[in-house]
């Protein structure tokens, strides 16, 4: 098994004053040549974003990207005609695929929104842009939650990757151990809340962890109501 610690207090941050960032791979004015991407997975950005404020409309191609709103609600308008709100719960999926615009701000005018915003590399060039969102239980605790894969039989959201991500919600001393989806495949853990112990290696707020040349991995909470996200993600892009 092989580990790739990822400290939270070193992820690059940039505070904007309406936009406070923190970028776990390299993204935008943050580059460190030792995080470019974790195999397929591109971006992880950890973004509080001030009422009323947000991204006005850009473009995006040839990615898949996955939105989860922490607290706060994220309001989302495209060039596919989608105009949608993500709440707490919910997560939206997009294949950037040949070409998209789109704006995403803070619906309140007075509440802060926190949420991830995760890219992965398609694994299918030039697809036609697409759009997805749909709610899950967080609070389902002791057992990983699946909320994307890329198959579309599967009860949650797809995209064009060999990608699967999983949350957890865990009381402390739960253990569950989680089976990595293809060969090849690597784990990226990344502790929302909460602390935790991954793959012997202890983990608090925030904390990512890259695991690779293993088949399963231990994941075990350190404090009551821990929350991690898994990204099983291919490591040859």
Known sequence: MKTDLYRASTRGHFDHGWLDTYHTFSFANYYNPDRIHFGALRVINDDVVAGGEGFGTHPHDNMEIV???LYGELEHEDSMGHTEVIHPGEVQVMSAGSG???SEYNSSKDKPLNFFQIWVF???QNVKPRYDQRSFDF???GR???IVSPNREDDNLWVYQDVWFSIATLDKDTELEYQIKKKGNGVFAM???GDFIVAGTELHRRDGLGISETETVKVRAASDN????LIDVPMKI
């Open 191 to 193: 502790v929302i809340e």
């Open 226 to 229: 821990a929350r991690i996200l």
């Open 122 to 124: 398609p694994k299918i």
């Open 144 to 146: 990983f939650i699946q």
């Open 100 to 102: 998209i615009t789109h």
């Open 139 to 141: 609070d389902d605790k």
């Open 67 to 69: 939105s989860i709103p």
